[in-house]
Nanobody, 123 residues
Framework: VQLQASGGGLVQAGGSLRLSCAAS?????IGWFRQAPGKEREFVAA????????AYADSVKGRFTISRDNAKNTVYLQMNSLKPEDTAVYYC????????????????????WGQGTLVTVSS
């Protein structure tokens, strides 16, 4: 499967952005991860194929919302109340087939990765 992330950009603190992840095919749990300069890639949010399962990192709970439209093979990450510490390259990824009904949170639970989209939050 191929994943295309989009929607990044420059926004002021307190602002909002919506990221999109378009998948070329298949049924997968989809996760969003981010990597800031000099830091390791970290989990942000995930959603199961059937939308019943979602998971969020503590740092984004209450501010970010993950959703999906399976008719469009697209997963969204709505990011509100953005903070400068949210600045990073955001990647979407498709989980292992065995985890399609889950919302996995670990890097090694994902088999396919998109190219990333840069989010910059200015103070």
């Amino acid at each position: 499967v191929q994943l295309q992330a989009s929607g990044g950009g420059l926004v002021q603190a307190g602002g909002s952005l919506r990221l999109s992840c378009a998948a070329s095919e298949g049924r997968y749990a989809i996760g969003w991860f981010r990597q800031a300069p000099g830091k390791e890639r970290e989990f942000v949010a995930a959603i199961s194929w059937n939308v019943r399962g979602t998971a969020y990192a503590d740092s984004v709970k209450g501010r970010f919302t993950i959703s999906r439209d399976n008719a469009k093979n697209t997963v969204y990450l709505q990011m509100n109340s953005l903070k400068p510490e949210d600045t990073a390259v955001y990647y979407c990824a498709a989980g292992r087939q065995s985890l399609v009904w889950s919302s996995p949170t670990k890097l090694d639970e994902y088999d396919y990765w998109g190219q990333g989209t840069l989010v910059t939050v200015s103070s």
